[in-house]
C-alpha cells in the first residue's frame, strides 16, 4: 500500500521567503510527527498530531514554524521568514494508533521521503 | 549533552567482518529502545527493535542493559548492502516522539 509522502522533495528559498511543506501520511493513521534532520545528525522531532490535535509543539524552534492539520489527514509545516540554519531536511512520520498509555510498546512510526529544504 | 550518545563513525570494515555499535541514553524513563537503518539520502527505517533480554534477527543481534542505560548492535558477517548510518532511538512511553542518536555511518567494503 502507499507510505508516507512529502511534498514538494526539494525547496530551494532565499532568506526570508516563507515555505510550506507538505505531508500525506498513511490512511487511517492517527498519529503524526515532524522532524527535522540537520546535515550529519539525527531526527530531532519539532512537533506531534493526535488526529488533528497538536498534542505537543514543544520542538518547534521557533515561532517562525507553525504546523497543522486540520482534518486529521494531511499535515502542513509552515516556515516564515525562512533563515540560512533552517536548512535541513523536514522528516514527515506517522503510526497507526494514538494515545500515550504507559507500558503500551511504542507504535512503529513510518517515516516519509522527506523535504530538502535549502535556504540561500 | 545529548539524550542519546552513539560511537563517532566511520567504521570501515571488510565484507565478512563482525562490526559491533554501541549507544547510551541518558533518559532512564525510557521504556522503548530502537535501532533504524538509514541509506544516504533516504528516510530512517526500522531496523529492529530492542529488548532487554537481548534479540537477534538473521546476522544483527541488538542488547540491552537498563542498569547501565546502553544499547548494542552487532552485525555479523558484514554485506557491502549493510553500508548505511545506524541510528540508536529511544521513547519514553507509548507513541511519543522518537529521540534519535546522531548516528554511526558504516562502510563495508569489498
Known amino acids: 500500500g502507499a507510505g508516507v509522502s512529502q511534498s514538494p522533495r526539494y525547496k530551494v528559498a532565499k532568506r526570508g521567503q516563507d515555505v510550506a511543506l507538505r505531508c500525506d501520511p498513511i490512511s487511517g493513521h492517527v498519529s503524526l510527527f515532524w522532524y527535522q534532520q540537520a546535515l550529519g545528525q539525527g531526527p530531532e522531532f519539532l512537533t506531534y498530531f493526535q488526529n488533528e490535535a497538536q498534542l505537543d509543539k514543544s520542538g518547534l524552534p521557533s515561532d517562525r514554524f507553525f504546523a497543522e492539520r486540520p482534518e486529521g489527514s494531511v499535515s502542513t509545516l509552515k516556515i516564515q521568514r525562512t533563515q540560512q540554519e533552517d536548512s535541513a531536511v523536514y522528516l514527515c512520520?506517522?503510526?497507526?494508533?494514538?494515545?500515550?498509555?504507559?507500558?503500551?510498546?511504542?507504535?512503529?512510526?513510518?517515516f516519509g521521503p522527506g523535504t530538502r529544504l535549502l535556504v540561500l | 549533552r545529548k539524550e542519546v550518545e552513539q560511537d563517532p563513525g566511520p567504521f570501515n570494515v571488510p565484507e565478512g567482518a563482525t562490526v559491533a555499535f554501541n549507544c547510551t541514553y541518558s533518559?532512564?524513563?525510557?521504556?522503548?529502545f530502537f535501532w533504524y537503518r538509514q541509506d544516504c539520502r533516504k528516510e530512517p527505517k526500522l531496523l529492529m527493535s530492542v529488548y532487554s533480554s537481548g534479540n537477534e534477527d538473521g546476522r544483527f543481534t541488538a542488547q540491552l542493559n537498563r542498569a547501565s542505560q546502553y544499547i548494542s548492535l552487532l552485525i555479523r558477517d558484514s554485506k557491502l548492502s549493510d553500508s548505511a548510518t545506524y541510528l540508536c532511538?529511544?521513547?519514553?512511553?507509548?507513541?511519543?516522539?522518537?529521540?534519535f542518536g546522531k548516528g554511526t555511518r558504516l562502510s563495508v567494503i569489498a
Open positions: 533518559n532512564s524513563a525510557s521504556q522503548s
Open positions: 512520520a506517522s503510526s497507526l494508533e494514538g494515545g500515550r498509555l504507559v507500558g503500551v510498546a511504542q507504535e512503529t512510526q513510518y
Open positions: 532511538v529511544v521513547n519514553e512511553m507509548g507513541n511519543t516522539p522518537l529521540v
